[in-house]
């Protein structure tokens, strides 16, 4: 079922009929939504916390009453807000193909597009372009607020916004669910950390970015979490007063002692690899594994204070 939101216009059009299932446009579209959402970052909380999502879910005979109240709550919610656009809300209920209930919303965000149109000026043809500002995204484009329900976890994407001053996410202002934050943003405070520390206690910080983020990768493949005492022993191994400053400050910012990785896969993959650009403007891709293999590269810190990187036993094609 899709409602639209058309801020331009100041209207909200909802359906009154869900969409025909057998469309096999709309079954393509929708897969591939889904897929994209599965496939990225998400955050998530449990059905139970979310009586919005939860009431969508038990009483599925009022689908298109509950999703037209949500729907008109989330035009209300941002009619007035000039930074965040108007798009069309997409419902739906879906099996997948384990026969696993799938429940959803998705915000398909406005593209504006340059079309061609054709009109008559006095009985003249006349072939001219107009812009269309409500093109419906690619189902591969990001998705920025939607949730998907799979079992008793809501996985959900929720962008912050500027609200006329103010912050605004669909996850707080519409679910009201309690901000959490994604684990991509604990990674850069955990990154700025181990940074800091290295800087009081080596007063250098070259090693910094590869050696965290081959932490980071390693504590996601043990066990699908970040773990912060992993990530300490892994970059200061020899210094128990640095990981114990590390561990303090990580603490006064709010990163948990162990972190979850909701689609740990994902950031298994992204944190394979560690891009090295180094100050003559040659960079670098080495797999994380290789990191601390002397063998294969090497990280020498000069007298003068400069860094050289020495690629070992490279073979020729």
């Not at 689908?63 to 419902?91: H, P, R, V």
């Not at 009109?119 to 189902?139: A, C, G, R």
């Not at 090693?207 to 699908?224: C, F, M």
């Amino acid at each position: 079922m899709v409602h639209v939101l058309d801020k331009d216009s100041g209207n909200v059009v909802l359906s009154h009929k869900d969409m025909d299932p057998n469309d096999v446009v709309v079954e393509e579209y929708l897969q591939k939504v889904v897929q994209k959402f599965v496939n990225s970052e998400y955050t998530e909380t449990a059905l139970d916390d979310c009586p919005i999502v939860k009431s969508l879910v038990d009483d599925p005979a009022s689908f298109m009453d509950q999703t037209t109240e949500l729907s008109l709550a989330f035009f209300e919610a941002i009619k007035g807000a000039e930074k965040i656009g108007g798009g069309d809300l997409l419902f739906f209920r879906v099996e997948n193909d384990d026969l696993a209930e799938l429940t959803g919303m998705v915000k398909l965000d406005y593209n504006a597009k340059y079309l061609h149109t054709i009109e008559y000026q006095d009985d003249v043809l006349v072939n001219t372009i107009i812009q269309n500002k409500t093109i419906l995204p690619s189902p591969v484009q990001t998705i920025n607020d939607g949730f998907l329900v799979i079992g008793n976890t809501i996985r959900v994407r929720s962008k912050k916004y500027d609200n006329n001053g103010e912050d605004w996410s669909f996850a707080q202002n519409i679910l009201k669910i309690p901000a959490v934050k994604k684990v991509s943003e604990e990674i850069k405070i955990i990154e700025k950390t181990v940074q800091e520390t290295t800087k009081k206690y080596t007063e250098t910080d070259v090693l910094t970015a590869p050696e965290t983020r081959k932490a980071v990768h390693d504590s996601i493949k043990k066990d699908e979490t970040i773990d912060s005492n992993y990530v300490a022993e892994a970059v200061f191994p020899d210094n128990p007063v640095a990981k114990e400053e590390f561990k303090a400050t990580l603490k006064e910012r709010g990163v948990a002692e162990t972190v979850p990785v909701p689609n740990a896969p994902i950031f298994e993959k992204k944190y394979q690899k560690q891009k090295i650009k180094l100050g003559n403007g040659i960079e670098m891709t080495v797999p994380v594994e290789l990191l601390k293999n002397k063998d294969v590269i090497e990280f020498r810190t000069n007298p003068d204070g400069t860094m050289s990187v020495i690629v070992k036993n490279v073979e020729r094609d």
